[in-house]
């Protein structure tokens, strides 16, 4: 059985599905590692790296594409959809892809790997359960864009974080609030935390605030109902609009008083809440910074522009897209580990096995035998519902901290 890794062609996408170290550990299981010359070269994986894991180096990407029976990839055809069309005669009928999709909104491009009659499964779609927790891409990637998220902050901030005691006098630590609590925002408020700020953070979901505060942050209450916040899989459910516009009036203040606010809240396959007002944009320091982690969704707040650096009011605006991208080496890393556990636990006597009464496995299978096949995609593309599936969802594990954005999101992204 061969794996094939195959370089990402995402503008700006420098990760890696399989890093050297992934050959090793695949090898053990009997499978052959075939990666396209270059293709991790970008998040500094040379390919004499891979040869020395045991990995084959092909002549080009045709031929990762024609002798692989899985293909490994960060961004999959539903997740690159201008790049990835150079790829679809190289899907093969059977072929089994493994990698981010953003399934929920990339309709036409699955449709297009069911056509080809091409076995897809979304590492977004792993199920939040304790036996998938190292396979889980989603948190893997947010705890990456957390912490790059406060150093671009820190970066373009005209004040220090840290207080600082000077023989020119005192500076005020910087204060920063976050809005969300799931694996991004935690990772945010322990690296703001870090680096001395006065950190602040909100979530809709009361329960987080433990682990808010276990991290050094305060954790902002506001007087609303938030019975019912959490949805499927521990995500923070889309709320109503008259719950959103309170939420911001009630965090208007909090907002005002910051330096840096970092927003991370985001639905999986729905566009991002707003959760910031050019009103309260208003209300902000000059001089003040807000990172939108949502951007790839839209954005939270409802000046943010994608990749862009938006000036309003006195206020820098940033909308960065793919934090993860920015550190390769380690996002790679990462992701390779969670997707090299997950083929791991697809093998069965050597060879992959599809079992739909496993919850992981059909949890993430979307397209298989030239049908779509996974309940939540095809809700979302508009298709009738299909069987039900043999087991019932297990609940998240109490352990598991909740990510909030994908990815690939984008994504994963």
Do not use: W
């Not at 991790?40 to 594409?65: I, M, Q, T, W």
């Not at 959809?81 to 009928?93: I, M, S, T, Y």
């Not at 036409?108 to 036996?131: D, F, G, N, S, V």
């Amino acid at each position: 059985m061969i794996v094939g890794v195959v370089r990402e062609t995402f503008p700006g996408e420098r990760r890696v599905a399989l890093i050297p170290a992934s050959a090793a550990a695949l090898e053990k299981e009997g499978l052959e590692i075939l990666i396209e010359p270059d293709a991790g070269l970008a998040a500094a994986f040379p390919d004499d790296e891979y040869k020395s894991k045991g990995a084959r180096v092909a002549a080009d990407r045709a031929e990762v594409f024609n002798a692989a029976d899985v293909i490994a990839q960060v961004r999959t055809l539903a997740a690159n959809p201008e790049q990835g069309k150079a790829d679809v005669d190289l899907h093969r009928q059977g072929q089994i892809i493994v990698g981010c999709a953003e399934p929920l909104t990339a309709g036409e491009q699955i449709r297009t790997l069911a056509e080809r009659k091409t076995t897809l499964l979304a590492m977004e779609l792993m199920p939040r359960i304790t036996r998938a927790q190292s396979m889980d891409v989603l948190s893997s990637m947010a705890s990456i864009a957390g912490y790059e998220a406060v150093l671009i902050a820190a970066d373009v901030l005209p004040k220090m974080f840290p207080m600082m005691m000077t023989a020119a006098g005192t500076i005020k630590p910087a204060r920063v609030f976050i809005m969300g609590a799931g694996v991004a925002g935690l990772q945010a408020i322990a690296t703001a935390r870090r680096l001395g700020a006065i950190v602040q953070a909100y979530d809709v979901r009361p329960a987080v605030k433990e682990q808010v505060e276990s991290l050094g942050a305060k954790f902002v209450e506001l007087e609303l109902e938030t019975t019912g916040a959490e949805g499927k899989g521990g995500y923070a459910k889309e709320q109503s609009q008259e719950f959103l516009a309170k939420q911001r009036e009630l965090m208007t203040k909090v907002v005002s008083e910051s330096d840096v606010v970092i927003t991370t809240a985001a639905i999986p396959g729905r566009k991002a809440p707003i959760l910031v007002t050019e009103d309260m944009v208003k209300a902000m320091p000059q001089g003040s910074i807000i990172v939108d982690l949502a951007a790839e969704r839209g954005g939270n707040c409802e000046l943010t522009r994608l990749d862009e650096n938006v000036d309003a009011h006195g206020v820098l605006i940033l909308g960065p897209g793919n934090l993860p991208s920015r550190k390769a080496y380690h996002a790679s890393q990462m992701y390779a580990k969670n997707v090299t556990t997950f083929l791991q636990h697809l093998m069965d006597e050597k060879q992959f096995k599809i079992d739909a009464e496993d919850e992981i496995t059909s949890e993430t299978l979307v397209c298989r035998d030239g049908e779509i096949v996974h309940s939540r995609v095809r809700e979302a593309m508009g298709l009738e519902p299909i069987e039900k599936p043999a087991f019932e969802p297990q609940p998240p594990a109490p352990d598991q901290q909740t990510p909030e954005v994908p990815t690939s999101e984008g994504s994963s992204s």
